[in-house]
């Protein structure tokens, strides 16, 4: 085999191998920004909601609502208009499945899909024990 072919051919797999490396990397690290950035929207929403309706909280939830619609999957986005065709009652049985299917969504957009939580477990959690209203 060539000498010169043997000298350059360790250097070219070294260069290719950082190459990739690099790319993969970058890539690498832009999903995790994603789902950093998802996870924040998910979770302010969240706080938005159970928080008193003053004014920096309805600017949190208006920033959180921003950012899902930016960041979240298109099923969070769809799921979190639905959420508001009524505006987000949630005495109602209707309003409850619409946070509790949003909330679902949510928990698959970050991967989260494995455990499954049922609708009474969301309702003891999110409202303090009082079970979902039937319609």
Do not use: C, W
Not at 21 to 47: C, P, T, V, W
Not at 62 to 88: C, E, F, M, N, W
């Amino acid at each position: 085999m060539n000498p010169l072919l043997l000298a350059v051919l360790p250097l070219v797999g070294a260069a290719v191998g950082a190459a990739l490396q690099f790319l993969f990397g970058r890539s690498l690290e832009g999903r995790k920004q994603l789902m950093l950035q998802r996870a924040q929207a998910y979770i302010d929403f969240g706080r938005g909601l159970a928080a008193d309706p003053s004014v920096d909280n309805q600017r949190l939830l208006a920033d959180a609502k921003l950012r899902i619609h930016i960041y979240g999957s298109t099923d969070v986005v769809q799921k979190l208009a639905k959420l508001y065709v009524d505006g987000p009652s949630f005495e109602s049985a209707r309003g409850r499945a619409a946070l509790f299917s949003l909330l679902r969504a949510m928990r698959a957009d970050l991967s989260l899909r494995q455990a499954k939580v049922s609708d009474e477990d969301m309702s003891r959690v999110l409202f303090f024990g009082r079970p979902s209203p039937k319609e």
